[in-house]
């Protein structure tokens, strides 16, 4: 810890300290840092060492975003700008998977370790905003974690919370300042849909909201679609993987996240984005044009397994099976859509927590080779998320001939 003279900038989400140096070399216009928002701070300010991404400047939202997704970002600094470019803190050093992905995305970034301005209180986390609020003893439950969909903040709260919900819902709106709704979770998702009740405990009632991931932009409606941010990762992870000229099934598209993700990093793809809800297939059908990837996303509304049967026997390069409660029961279909050479699947699977990954490549080859193929090496498995105590959603990407 130290201390020194400093200037905070607040540009939308980019809250950061400027050096002398970087105030000299980087023009306050271009930041597009509006007047009004830049604050000089005379006092002294606390300083904490923490890691950093060192990321050119040009690639510090899409950095921020990630991180966020990723669960490495630690708000409790401000973001700073230097010379060498935006230096964003960490919580901790990012994993060999998460560094590979942070590459894909932002190009070349360091990860070092910097000195940062600690936040004030404007910037209190939603523990420090309760406490005083709330009794004492319930601050241990209060949730350390939140989905962000645009200017939603969908929250799980504890039983014991349920007393305190518009006080917890408030300071998630006073902690957050992108946030305008909050809503709880309020039963486990439900129907083929895979759709979540969701209760508003403060804000504006409004639920269709615009996401921007990975320079896709997807608009829906979180009470009647199914969307998780926690997947940011996974799917650029899948995305990268895919070739020019390969055609791609998404056999459980939802609002188009892994299809038009991949239309837009590999422009020389195919994909059919299949959906069975009608809501989710609406918005798919929107974010297929917002994002325009019209000529190589071709959406097919209906379920999986006859519009495969239909219309795309023998057509994949590459199926992806986004539908972890049920997809073991489609492995059979996303086989008859591969090619006859073979091709790539990659399956999702809830399993406990002790061995999930060896039980979801079993269960996975069990079924590839009960449709009369043959799982020829499993090419990578990755617990994706936590979904409940003890248990977790798994990914295995398997080569199938
Ligand atoms: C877990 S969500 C994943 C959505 C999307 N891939 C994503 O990452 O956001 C599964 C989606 O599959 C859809 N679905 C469920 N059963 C289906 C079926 N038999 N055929 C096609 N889509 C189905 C649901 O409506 C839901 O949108």
Known sequence: MGHASSCFISCGRITGYLSTAGLV?????????????????????????????????????????????????????????RDEGLCIPLLRRPDESESKHLSLALGPFRIEEREFVERG???????????????????????????????????????????YEELVGNAILETSPSVRTVMAKAGIFSSDYRVRELRLIAGD???????????????????????????????????????????????????????????????????????????????????????RVLTNVKPMMGDSREVIRSSLLRTADRVIMNLPGKASDFVDVACSSLKEKGGVIHFYSFESATNPKEAASAKFKERIEASGRKMESILATRVVKAIAPYRVQVAVDALVS
């Not at 216009?29 to 060492?49: D, F, G, I, N, T």
């Not at 420090?128 to 929250?155: F, Y």
């Open 25 to 81: 070399s980087i023009s306050v216009s271009r930041l597009k840092l509006a007047h009004k928002q830049l604050r000089y701070v005379r006092e002294k300010v606390r300083m904490a060492k923490a890691l950093a991404i060192v990321v050119a400047l040009s690639k510090g939202q899409a950095a921020i975003d990630l991180g966020r997704n990723m669960h490495l970002i630690d708000s409790s600094l401000g973001v700073s700008l």
């Open 121 to 163: 209180p404007t910037h209190r986390t939603l523990i420090e905003a309760l406490e005083n609020r709330l009794p004492p003893h319930l601050l241990t439950v209060v949730p350390k974690s939140l989905d962000i969909i645009g200017h939603i903040a969908v929250v799980e709260l504890p039983s014991e919370l349920a007393p």
């Open 205 to 291: 009632d409004n639920p269709v909201t615009r996401y921007k991931e990975h320079g896709c932009t997807f608009e829906l409606d979180v009470r009647t679609v199914f969307f998780s941010p926690r997947l940011s990762h996974e799917r650029l992870r899948v995305a990268s993987q895919v070739q020019p000229g390969e055609t791609v099934v998404d056999m459980f598209a939802g609002v188009g996240p892994y299809s038009i993700l991949i239309a837009k990093t590999q422009p020389e793809s195919m994909v059919y984005a299949i959906e069975l809800s009608p809501s989710a297939f609406k918005f798919l059908v929107s974010n297929i044009l917002t994002n």
